[in-house]
């Protein structure tokens, strides 16, 4: 029986204030099991982005439970739930979030420095190999394509060298030919580091990558599909 590295009980968010308050997420219990690529899906304020920031450690619940890796998030406080994102947690977001001024060998070095990381430059240098941008190590984001950019960002959610990588909409920003070479990317990834990967998409070809399926509705889960047996073997 394959282990549990993410569960949420009773789960319950409001996002916003007074009229303008938006009850997002209601009542989830979600178990994922280590190793697992599980694609998120469901219609635009259906709460699945919401889902992933919760999951991200990036949201924190009005009531409810999130443990990870047997570490009780819920419980922790903003210093010890930062530290723990860092070491445990790889996030992609769709806008890429690179520091403009900083080239992209540190975008992905300085992260790793700040949390103390004795190696950061040679870690992230090969890191950037290992998407394929070895001879982009000096430019800037400005410098660089939409999919080289989401390379760097996907360089610098893998330097932590994390059990969880969470991606919200990944491709969203990207061609067709460019996102479809970002998803095996991933992908790629996912299965050489035996990591668990969520993945937000309103994509249907990509959530069918995934090993499982879990649809948002209004707020809640409405279907967690399981693994088809092709992706167990």
Known sequence: MSE?????????????????????????????????????VGPS???????LMVLAGL???????????????????EDGLAAFRGRNIGIVFQS???IPNMTALENVAVPLELAGVPDAF???AREMASVGLGERLHHYPGQLSGGEQQRVAIARAL???????????PTGNLDGETGARIADLLFAKQRERAMTMLLVTHDPSLAARCERQVQMQSGRI?????APERALA
């Open 159 to 169: 330097a932590p060298e994390p059990s969880l990588l969470i991606a919200d909409e």
């Open 96 to 98: 890429f979030h690179l």
């Open 4 to 40: 549990t590295i993410i569960e949420l009980k009773n789960a319950d968010l409001t996002l916003g204030r007074d009229a303008a308050r938006v009850h997002v997420l209601k009542s989830v219990d979600l178990a994922i099991a280590r190793g697992q690529a599980v694609g998120i």
């Open 122 to 124: 040679d870690r992230a």
């Open 222 to 226: 409405a279907a967690a599909v399981p």
């Open 45 to 51: 304020g259906s709460g699945k982005s919401t889902l």
């Open 59 to 77: 949201e924190r619940l009005d009531s409810g439970t999130l443990d990870i890796a047997g570490h009780a998030l819920h419980a922790m406080s």
